[in-house]
């Protein structure tokens, strides 16, 4: 009994002391915020842009074994060029073990340079202010544009002067033509007093009733083209050569349809005279000597008729074509003068980004066919004994290992899953540290990466093998090890931390403050490490951006979730924290 009371008193000590201690802890919490700010204030971390090194790499675990046995799988292709080592022959690690065709590879890295070399040469003369040359070739193309368009209007000037000129020519014969065709339709040559359209029908019916239809084509296209005539030669006396060009344009355009209807009537008359011509020698009938006039008279208007048809025509296009020319000009003179005004100013940040861009593809391209040329000449990755050889000279290499290497260094062997070992290679670099050895940190490469994984449970993995650049005697067969590869790096870089990048709809971007105020700015985001990112453009080294955002009201959220989970000491411990 004695001793149930004594845990009493202490209980109740305790649960009192914890309730002053909140209280005096929650007095300090608002009167914190009586003095520094009122509920809902927001705080903000930042951090500063800096220049730095972004290392992205593939972490995995596994064990340290010792007696091993690698596959050398080349990553080139092709025939062996020469073999320098033999089976049972110790190797020190780089020894050169054969050669693959490496012609392809070392005409891309020809390729290569090149390209990078004239990348360079494009960046540096945009960068470069303009000579005079430059300059000199730059106005006098805008001046050659100029003097196009010059040379076009004229053209234009002229194609309606000669337009007109043609016309006046045209209704010099046109009245003639007309009459003539008039009286060969609608006299009486014949000794009737029929119109000659209807004694050429009259004439041959009884024996070829399609003479209808010659007749009725002659008479209807003629009384088009009479009307089409009648207005064109009206707007002609109304046109003068001080009439506008809208004017005379319209009339070059309306002669060419009126001359070329006058010639498809010529031709539909001559149609139905020498249909009734050939009628009547066909049936051995009196053939009227009027009918030859009328057929020599419409076969000169034809050739005469189709010569008109040419003028107009002629004239209508030459207008079409000035237009154009115009047109065309017009739209180089802009582009030249937009060309001089960027040269005299200098290229604009897109276009010398753009070229920045340009040398960094053609320097990773570079890079690539390096280690292709460098993938030909395959040497050992560590100490080892040639177990096996399955290489010839001149031979194509095989499709499973080209040498086995037995090794008595110590290697790490670990395991990786499907989506991360498709970044792994043989050759990358890797650190290695082990649980059993505190503050030791080694490097090694990457020796071997299945190319079969294996199934549990319905996941796959994949075995990768690290060759170590020292031994340790500390270090055992057995033992852990942690392993991070390094897949790609940059120095020099841009760097914030990952927090700070947001994404939203595909587009990154950045929180900063601009003159006390929460402002977004977007951002060309790079390479990634777990904690850095890299920012290819949109800051500068120096800029300050927003890592995290702490508002009183979520820090009082988060000191009243606490203090329901822990005691009363341990809530206002943590209260305290986070306003600190």
């Known amino acids: 009994m004695i001793h149930k009371k004594i845990i009493k008193k202490i209980l109740r000590r305790k649960l009192l002391s914890g309730i002053c201690f909140l209280v005096v802890a929650s007095g300090g919490f608002y009167g914190y915020q009586a003095i520094n700010g009122k509920e809902g204030d927001t705080q903000y971390k930042t951090a500063n842009v800096s220049k730095g090194t972004i290392i992205q790499s593939i972490s995995g675990a596994g064990a340290v074994s010792s007696l091993n046995q690698v596959d050398i799988k080349p990553k080139a292709s092709g025939d062996v060029t020469w073999v320098y080592v033999k089976e049972g022959k110790e190797v020190k ?20 340079d090149i390209a990078l070399a004239t990348a360079k040469l494009d960046l540096e003369e945009l960068l470069s202010p303009p000579d005079a040359l430059t300059l000199l070739k730059a106005e006098n193309a805008l001046a050659d544009a100029k003097s196009s368009k010059q040379k076009a209007e004229d053209n234009l000037d002229k194609a309606y002067e000669d337009g007109l000129n043609d016309i006046t020519n045209i209704f010099f014969d046109l009245p003639d033509i007309m009459s003539d065709l008039d009286d060969i ?62 004017t005379i344009e319209n009339l070059i355009y309306e002669t060419y349809e009126t001359t070329k209807s006058i010639a498809e009537t010529v031709k539909d008359m001559l149609n139905l005279v020498d249909f009734v011509k050939d009628t009547l020698t066909k049936t051995d009938a009196n053939v009227p000597a009027k009918i030859s006039t009328h057929q020599k008279t419409l076969q000169s208007y034809i050739s005469s008729t189709n010569k008109l048809v040419s003028s107009p025509l002629a004239a209508k296009r030459a207008i079409e074509d000035a237009k154009t020319a115009i047109a065309k000009a017009d739209i180089t003179i802009q582009e030249k003068e937009l060309s001089l005004e960027d040269l005299k100013e200098g290229a604009g940040e897109l276009t010398i980004k753009s070229k920045k861009l340009n040398v960094q593809q053609k320097e990773d391209s570079l890079a690539n066919a390096k280690q292709t040329l460098a993938d030909c000449y395959v040497r050992a990755p560590f100490d080892a004994i040639i177990a096996k050889l399955n290489v010839l000279k001149g031979e194509s290499l095989p499709s499973g290992a080209a040498a086995t290497l037995m090794t008595k260094q110590k290697i790490a062997e670990i395991t990786l899953n499907e989506l991360d070992v498709t970044k792994i290679k043989t050759g990358q670099k890797a650190t290695l540290q082990f649980d059993a050895v505190d503050n030791l940190s080694i490097t090694g490469d990457v020796v071997s990466v299945d190319s079969l994984g294996a199934v549990s449970q319905g996941v796959v993995s994949y075995d990768v093998k690290i060759s170590f650049d020292v031994d340790d005697e500390r270090i055992k067969p057995g033992m852990s090890v942690s392993v991070s590869i390094i897949i790609d790096s940059k120095s020099n870089v841009l760097t914030v931390p990952v927090s700070a990048v947001k994404t939203q709809g595909g587009t990154n971007y950045v929180e900063i403050l601009s003159d006390g105020q929460l402002a977004t700015k977007q951002v060309e985001a790079g390479l990634a490490s777990d904690t850095m990112i890299e920012i290819k453009s949109g800051l500068n080294e120096g800029d300050a951006v927003i890592t995290q955002t702490v508002t009183s009201a979520s820090q009082k959220a988060s000191a009243s979730s606490n203090s329901g989970k822990n005691s009363g000491f341990s809530g206002g411990g943590q209260m305290m924290q986070i306003m600190r």
């Open 185 to 246: 339709l609608f006299d009486s040559d014949f000794g009737t007093s029929q119109w000659n359209i209807d004694w050429y029908k009259d004439a041959v019916f009884n024996y070829d009733d399609n003479v209808s239809y010659y007749r009725d084509t002659a008479y209807n296209n003629y009384q088009k083209a009479r009307t089409n005539y009648d207005a064109n030669f009206k707007n002609y006396k109304d046109t003068s050569r001080y009439s506008d060009t809208q």
């Open 93 to 112: 690690k780089g020894t050169l073990l054969f050669s693959i065709d490496a012609s392809d590879a070392t005409k891309s890295v020809a390729s290569a």
